[in-house]
């Protein structure tokens, strides 16, 4: 992983180190992604697919995160737009420091379907 990678996406894990995690083929994790059923980024021009360690709960993807890919295909936000629009801070007073992925934590799957399907 390169330094850049690492300080842009600093949450996410690497795919194999992913696939070793969950005990399941690399080649699993990635038709999941192409699925939607997983989240992941990548830099360009890299090759290496990076997931964000928070969708995943008990060692499980969380159930909403396929939701939430989806509202983002159906509105046109890449991968790496859905990263931003859910790591990003939602305004900016102190309690503006939480981000969409911070709702998702706390179960609150229909207002970050929302909030992604207007990220257009």
Same mark, same amino acid.
């Given at each position: 992983?390169?330094?850049?990678?690492?300080?842009?996406?600093?949450?996410?894990?690497?795919?194999?180190?992913?696939?070793? %995690?969950l005990?399941?083929?690399? !080649?699993? #994790?990635?038709?999941?992604? &192409?699925?939607?059923? *997983?989240?992941?980024? /990548?830099?360009?021009?890299?090759?290496?697919?990076?997931?964000?360690?928070?969708?995943?709960?008990?060692? %499980?993807?969380?159930?909403?995160? !396929?939701? #939430?890919?989806?509202?983002? &295909?159906?509105?046109? *936000?890449?991968?790496? /737009?859905?990263?931003?629009?859910?790591?990003?801070?939602?305004?900016?007073?102190?309690?503006?420091?939480? %981000?969409?992925?911070?709702?998702?934590?706390?179960?609150?799957?229909?207002?970050?379907?929302?909030?992604v399907?207007?990220?257009?």
């Amino acid at each position: 992983m390169s330094s850049t990678t690492a300080a842009r996406y600093p949450d996410c894990i690497a795919a194999t180190w992913l696939a070793a %995690r969950l005990a399941v083929d690399p !080649a699993t #994790i990635d038709l999941m992604r &192409r699925n939607g059923e *997983l989240l992941a980024v /990548r830099e360009p021009g890299s090759t290496q697919w990076r997931y964000p360690a928070w969708q995943f709960e008990d060692g %499980r993807p969380r159930r909403s995160i !396929a939701r #939430i890919v989806g509202a983002a &295909r159906d509105a046109g *936000l890449d991968e790496s /737009r859905l990263y931003d629009v859910l790591t990003t801070p939602l305004g900016l007073r102190e309690s503006g420091r939480r %981000r969409l992925v911070d709702l998702l934590l706390e179960g609150r799957e229909d207002e970050v379907v929302t909030a992604v399907r207007a990220a257009t």
